[in-house]
Each structure stands twice: as C-alpha cells, then as structure tokens.
C-alpha cells in the first residue's frame, strides 16, 4: 500500500505524540500543511515570522521535556528560523526542524529562493554549524527512516536541534507505507548513561572530607528532569549549591542552602563561596565565560587549587574549560540516583551544616535589605528592583517566567527568586535578544493552566512585535511585560562608562527619548494593551492580567541603572585595561 509522504508525516508525528507544530506556510511546505489541516490530534501555530516560531518551538520544549516541531519555508524562511534554532541548540534544546526546499530535479538551476552560491543542492548546510545533524531527504522512501533518526537523535544524549530538508517533489511523492510501520516498532525512549556504586562512593567520599565544598549546578539538571534527585542528595549530605544563569531554580531560591548565581552577575559572597571550596561537584554544566568570571580564578572559582567533579551527559564538556579530578558522562537523573542511595548507605544520617546555613540566611537577609529602598521606591521611571518585586509579589510560585537579555535576565538572575524548577526559561548560551516574548507563546501553549509571564526590554520587544498577532488570533493567554528605558540599555551603560558617549544606543527622536506605544500596538492587534504612568499602577494592572488570563502587554517605563556585578567579564579588560569600571546609569 503506499500514500503520499505529506500524510504519512502527518500519521507519524500523531503517533509519536505531537501535538503542535510551529510555523509559517510557503509554496514549498504546503501539501504538508494540507495533510495537517485534516489532523485531528496536531494543532498548527500559525506565525508571522520564522524566528517567532523557533523561539516558541523552544520555549514549548523546554516545557514538556520533548522535541518541538517547526515548520520552515526553504531559503529566507530557513534564514529567519536560524537564530532561534541555533538559540536552542546552545542552549541544548531538543527540536526537529522541518524544511521545505526546491524540486530535486532543479537543484543547482537556482529556480525561485534557492541559496546555492558555492555548492548546488546545499540549503541544508546552512544549518550545520549548530544543529546535531542535518539531513536532506533525496528519495521518498529514505523519508520514515530520517524523520525517526531525527527525533531519537534530538531528544537523546545532549539534547538539541536537527533539521530534516525536504525538496518540495518529496512531500507529494507516494511511499510504501510499509516504510513507516517499521519505524513505528522502533522505541521511542533511549535509556542513558548511570555511573556504578564504587565511583558513586569515590565522589561521595571526596565530597564528605571536603573541608568546604560546594555543588555547582547548570541547565542540565532540569534538562534530565532531575531536581528532586538534587534536593534530595542536597538535604542528605549538607552541602551548599552554586547555580549558573540556566541552573537558576533547579534548586529553589528559598532552600537554606541554596548561594545563588555565580559569575559577573553573581555577588562577591557566592563568588567567594566558590572560590574557596576545596571540592566542587559540577552538575550539567558548561562552566560559561559569564558564570566563571571569564576563568579568571582570583573571582569565582579557582581550578587549581579546588578539586573538580565533574558530570555532565557530554563528554566534550568535560574539562572544557577546567581540569578535572573525577570526570564522569552520565545522564544526572541516574547518577544522582545512585549517588542519593550510596550516600544513604555510607552516611545513614543526614550530614547537617547548620553554620553555613545561618551564614546563607544572614546573607540573604542583608542582601534584601541593601535592596528593599529599591524594591519599595514610589519613583518613575520604576526602578527595575521595583518592577521584579511587584511581578514576584503577585505570580504564583510556579508561574513561567521567560526572560529576554539585558537588566531582565540578569537582575532576574542575581535577585528574583524561584521556586520550581523549570519554570524560568533563559536564552543562555546565544543570550538571544527577542527570543523572550515568543518563548512565553511557546510555554502557555505547552502549559495552558499555568501563568506565563514574559519579562523583555522594549529593545527585545521590539524585535517581534508580531508574536502579539499568533497571541491575538490562539487567544494565547501569556502576559509580555516590557521593561522600557528607551534604550539597548545594559550595551548603553557599558558604552558610557568606557567610552563616555551612548552613540547608537539610546533611542531618541529629534533629541529627545523615544519610545513606540507598545500598549497602543498591543491593541491594534487585538490585545489588551495597558501603559503605566505611574509606579503605584503597576501591580494592579498585572493582578487583572493575571486573573483575565488572556494575552496582555504592559509596558513600564524604567530606570536604566545598571545590574550589580561583583564578579568580573573579560570585555571590561579590552575596553579600559587596567580600570574596574563595568556599567554605569545612562538616566
């Protein structure tokens, strides 16, 4: 029996349990948007530029756990996609990106949007820097074989990106449908890496006769699903926990051991933690530039003299960028299982630090307070400690936040606290600038029940507003707070503290600030915008959005004071050596 590869798609990603694609149509992909128009289990989420999809597909994925599926156009559609695509892949997020591409008999004749300057047939390499593979499907029947290795191939090991090009003739060319029963007999959960009890009991051991050691943890942890794993083998052995930027909540904020961010963000008492640990346990964890203070070892972490343990589902990122003692490849849902029972077997009683715990508290308690003059100011333009103190105040624990880049993602990161794992998604290793309100698209349409709030500078914002039409037209309930300074605010209070100027970085019309009305932009999609003119507003206004739970824009006026950075970033060497100056305000 055959059908055609549009439907046989269509039947595959039904069974393998898909339930949403995001897109955009093209002459390339639309006989398989004809097949998927009769689908009754697949929901397409329809928008109005390519990175818009990406950016959703990823925040959906970093929801359910599972690959998301993108639709692209072949050449300028493909293009459009690439950077939130390679955002996921940095940020090792599993996704399958399916593009159209021209007809196998045109290849190298460059009929209409083929890109084919040095090699013919060749759109797919565009991808190949940062996507786990890509494929183009040549022949019809190689199609159920591809589109099953791409989803074991993004969903196992480190998860991230593939991409499978498909020349347009392939989707409407018939297959023996006995090609995609086979595949469908394949399974569909690939069991990874553990580690044995005796390694188990070397790290175990290393870390007990440790006069002061510290866990530093990254995304990987709730890529593995494994932060109950962690706070379990936290509260056995008493050991304090160190978080990257992507690592943030993988243990709650409000956990007693719990140190914070490290890094240029991170302030000079967690940095100082892991300074001066003797052994540090490094969970699914790159060791990225900002969390390490760019490896200078004088402000975060120092390898020599500390010990590294070092566990990650990647075998590259072992001593990537810092020697390692105990190097291990093992996914962290496993190894903190074993690690949690030879624990318990070596240590029957949890191992308690209770100084260390009240030297936390004492200086979370003074960090607050150095805030709270901040967090409780009536000004306006708000302070940004107001805005991320009303937004906490009024979220349910297990709301999604998704941040952008600039005062947002860090001063999230140094000062907002969370408390489920999961629930904040970070463009962490692209730090992609517009990847924030899309991303919340993504979250809500994978947990519908849950609120989702976007926090996007009108910078980021800007990038794509048209994620406001997909929200307007799927009733995507998610709320988009843009925090306005008129500017590229945290590149403006560098440029001004190094250079003395805030050329091209300050928004301005005729000399004088600029911003477009985003609320009046949000209406005129068909969404509730609202403007706030005064700090005393603000609150209220996300207390209604959160109870409307439909898609909201509020866009804040604030202050553009730069983040507090205790540790250290190489950049601040190249543009004044010898100075520590970091940022200043623009205001």
Not at 90 to 110: E, Q
Not at 536 to 554: R, S
Request: with cysteine; hydrophobic share 40%; aromatic share 8%.
């Amino acid at each position: 029996m055959k059908d055609l590869v549009s439907n046989q798609l269509v039947k595959y990603l039904e069974d393998r349990g898909v339930e949403h694609v995001f897109g955009l149509c093209g002459h390339t992909v639309i006989a398989f948007l004809a097949a998927m128009s009769k689908s009754k289990k697949i929901k397409f989420v329809n928008v109005r530029h390519e990175q818009i999809a990406a950016h959703a597909a990823d925040g959906y994925a970093r929801i359910t756990g599972k690959a998301s599926v993108v639709l692209s156009h072949l050449g300028p559609g493909l293009t459009n996609a690439a950077t939130g695509v390679a955002n996921a892949a940095l940020d090792s997020i599993p996704m399958v990106v399916i593009a159209g591409d021209v007809p196998t008999h045109y290849f190298g004749k460059h009929p209409h949007q083929e890109v084919n300057m040095h090699a013919d047939g060749s759109q797919w390499e565009i991808y190949r820097p940062f996507v786990k593979r890509a494929w183009r499907v040549d022949r019809p029947d190689l199609f159920p074989e591809i589109i099953e290795k791409a989803f074991a191939l993004a969903e196992s090991g480190r998860p991230g990106p593939v991409l499978v090009d498909v020349p347009m003739d392939i989707f409407s060319q018939e297959v023996d449908v006995a090609l995609f029963e086979r595949v469908r007999h394949n399974a569909k959960t690939i069991y990874k890496p553990s580690l044995d009890d005796e390694l188990a009991a070397r790290i175990v051991k290393t870390l007990a006769d440790a006069k002061n050691p510290v866990i530093h943890v990254g995304g990987g942890i709730v890529l593995a699903d494994s932060a109950k794993e962690l706070k379990e083998f936290v509260d056995h052995m008493g050991i304090p926990v160190s978080h990257s930027l992507m690592g943030k909540g993988a243990l709650p904020d409000n956990h007693p051991l719990t140190l914070g961010m490290t890094g240029f963000w991170g302030t000079k008492f967690i940095n100082d933690q892991c300074k001066k640990a003797d052994c540090i346990l490094g969970l699914g964890t790159s060791f990225k530039e900002a969390d390490c203070s760019s490896w200078y070892p004088e402000y975060t972490f120092s390898f020599p003299p500390t010990k590294l343990i070092h566990i990650d589902i990647d075998p590259s990122e072992i001593g990537r960028n810092y020697p390692v003692e105990i190097g291990v490849v093992a996914d962290l849902k496993q190894a903190l299982t074993v690690l949690n029972r030879v624990a318990k077997k070596l240590f029957p009683e949890p191992r308690q630090n209770k100084a260390l715990e009240q030297e936390i508290a004492a200086y979370k308690k003074e960090f607050k307070a150095a805030n709270r003059e901040l967090e409780e100011s009536n000004a306006f333009p708000m302070t940004p400690q107001r805005i991320l103190a009303d937004v906490r105040a009024v979220l349910p624990q297990d709301a999604i936040i998704t941040t952008d880049v600039g005062w947002n993602k860090n001063g999230v990161g140094q000062q907002f606290p969370v408390y489920e794992p999961g629930s904040i998604l970070t463009p962490g290793g692209l730090a992609t600038m517009g990847f924030g309100s899309p991303a919340a698209l993504g979250a809500k349409v994978a947990a519908p029940d849950k609120v989702v709030v976007s926090l996007i500078g009108d910078g980021g914002f800007g990038q794509n507003p048209a994620v406001l039409a997909t929200a307007a037209i799927e009733n995507i309930g998610a709320i988009f707070i843009i925090f306005n300074n008129n500017a590229f605010g945290t590149i403006a209070g560098l440029e001004k503290a190094h250079y003395n100027t805030t050329f091209a970085t300050i928004f301005e019309r005729c000399g004088e600030p600029y911003s477009p009305d985003y609320a009046a932009i949000a209406k005129a999609y068909g969404v509730e915008g609202i403007r706030i003119e005064k700090a005393e507003e603000f609150k209220p206004a996300l207390e209604k959005a959160v109870k409307d739970n439909k898609p909201c824009v509020i866009d804040v006026r604030m202050q553009n004071n730069p983040v507090p950075t205790a540790g250290h970033w190489n950049i601040m060497d190249i543009y004044s050596p010898g100075k520590k100056v970091h940022h200043v305000s623009t205001n």
